[in-house]
């Protein structure tokens, strides 16, 4: 079945980076585009950044740009986060999510259990 394991959240001070890494099984994963999303308390889930099968084309949710940057390693499986110069507004569960064919980046049909990042001094 389709698994998608996040890692690599944790507490950071602003300004400072995480590097998050999503683990993906039970599927072909070069065959699709992948994303991360955000929920932060209180509020709904928001689409970050996406990347497509040959990590060419990635893109990135204007309060991203700049400072996040999205890869993926198709022959381990994986896709990563890396965020710099975070900022207390970054504080949410992230979450690594699987995008069907066809569909847009923030079209999702599978999800994993999100890692959380914390950005407070």
């Known amino acids: 079945q389709v698994q998608l394991v996040e890692s690599g959240g944790g507490l950071a001070q602003p300004g400072g980076s995480l590097r998050l890494s999503c683990a993906a099984s039970?599927?072909?994963?070069?065959?699709?585009?992948m994303s991360w999303a955000r929920q932060a308390p209180g509020k709904g889930l928001e689409w970050v950044s996406g990347i497509y099968l040959d990590s060419s084309d990635t893109y990135y949710a204007d309060h991203a740009k700049g400072r996040f940057t999205i890869s993926r390693d198709n022959a381990k499986n994986m896709v990563y986060l890396q965020m710099n110069n975070l900022k207390p507004e970054d504080t949410a569960l992230y979450y690594c999510a699987r995008v069907p064919w066809s569909k847009l980046l923030w079209e999702y049909d599978y999800w994993g259990q999100g890692t959380q990042v914390t950005v407070s001094s």
């Open positions: 039970g599927f072909t994963f070069n065959n699709y585009a």
